[in-house]
């Protein structure tokens, strides 16, 4: 059994990897300010003796240094939705979202030196930009604006691969980073604006799919289940410390076949319509190049679009029912 934080537990994904290292019995230290997150993802585990959760800022430095005796560390926190409609998004926290991934970094940096603990950060694919090569492999640099929309987030998630990456230099830390590609699944916030969140609800309950552009912009959807494994296997295997992994689906789909696909599965008559131009540096190509997670981790997804779709739409049916 080892003692293992996640910060952003009551998260979309921390709270299932919260749930995946309860059940492979270790003890786990949730933390969470509860931004974009709720604790109604983390109800079921509040009773287990083996979980705890503690309501606080992962820039809190005098509360992180009250935690001790920890093996593990998952730095998870930070708001992710880049919808400017959205009161979730990281376009309506931009200073929560540059201090998350950096202060916050520093910190947890600190934290897992000072326990001899390890560290993952969930770094993301937008460090990559709108990319100019596809697949994305982990050598490609990108082509990211230091002062566009998405800067706040791009950048800050940059810096906090560069902290750790220093950290692991220049203390010794145990630290690697995981760069996520769009992941969905049931405990999505259902009051935020990602495409998954938005054609769901807008299916289920027959108004209009908004496709943004022209809908010829791709993107490559991880099911939740494998990515929660791939982070597992970025933290224990071997070999891992100083190392980057991208964690993702390389099964790419435009977003218009997308939101038909979900208009189809959740048998709706909602019409898809172009609702607005594509937004300012809106990554027009995403599909992971994940043979290095492949061949050092072992990892690949399994789940198909169509079984996941389903189990997240049926999550999102029962919420409204
Ligand atoms: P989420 O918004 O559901 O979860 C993030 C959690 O962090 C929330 O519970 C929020 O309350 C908490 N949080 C935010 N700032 C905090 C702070 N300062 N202190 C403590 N808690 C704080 O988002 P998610 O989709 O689960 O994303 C989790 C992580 O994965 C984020 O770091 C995100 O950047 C990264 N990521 C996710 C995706 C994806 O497709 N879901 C893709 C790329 C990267
Ligand atoms: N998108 C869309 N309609 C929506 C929400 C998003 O067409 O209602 C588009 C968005 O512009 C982007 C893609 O879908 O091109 C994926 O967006 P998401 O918000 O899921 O996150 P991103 O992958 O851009 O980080």
Redesign the pocket.
Same mark, same amino acid.
């Given at each position: 059994m080892k003692k293992i934080i996640v910060t952003g537990g009551a998260g979309f994904l921390g709270s299932h990897l919260c749930e995946q290292l309860i059940q492979a019995g270790n003890q786990v230290v949730a933390i969470d300010n509860l931004l974009t997150g709720s604790q109604k993802n983390i109800v079921s585990l509040m009773t287990n003796k083996n979980f705890s959760f503690m309501q606080m800022d992962v820039c809190d430095e005098e509360m992180l240094k009250k935690i001790k005796g920890i093996e593990e560390i998952y730095h998870f926190a930070s708001p992710a939705?880049? /919808?400017a409609n959205s009161k979730f998004s990281y376009l309506a926290h931009p200073f929560e979202t540059m201090l998350a991934n950096t202060t916050g970094t520093w910190l947890l940096c600190q934290l897992a030196v000072k326990n001899n603990a390890r560290l993952s950060f969930a770094s993301t694919s937008?460090i990559y930009g709108d990319p100019e090569v596809s697949p994305q492999s982990e050598t490609y640099r990108g082509n990211v604006s230091t002062t566009g929309p998405r800067s706040v987030y791009d950048e800050s998630k940059r810096f906090g691969e560069t902290i750790v990456t220093a950290f692991v230099k220049e203390k010794g830390l145990d630290g690697r980073i995981t760069r996520i590609f /769009?992941t969905y699944g049931p405990k999505m916030n259902p009051g935020e604006?990602?495409?998954?969140v /938005?054609?769901i609800n807008q299916a289920i309950s027959g108004e209009p799919m908004?496709?943004?552009?022209d809908?010829k912009?791709t993107?490559s959807f991880c099911f939740v289940d494998d990515q929660i494994q791939g982070q597992i296997k970025a933290m224990e295997s071997k070999n891992t410390k100083g190392e980057v992994f991208n964690i993702g689906n390389p099964a790419e789909i435009s977003?218009l076949e997308f939101?038909s696909k979900i208009k189809e599965l959740s048998q709706s008559t909602s019409e898809i319509v172009f609702?607005q131009e594509?937004?300012i540096d809106?990554?027009k190509q995403?599909k992971p190049d994940i043979s290095k997670a492949a061949k050092m981790l072992e990892w690949e997804p399994h789940e198909s679009l169509e079984s996941g779709l389903l189990a997240t739409i049926d999550y999102f049916k029962s919420l409204s029912a």
């Open positions: 939705d880049p /919808n937008e /769009n604006g990602r495409a998954v /938005n054609f908004t496709i943004y552009g809908g912009q993107r977003i939101a609702s594509l937004p809106d990554p995403r």
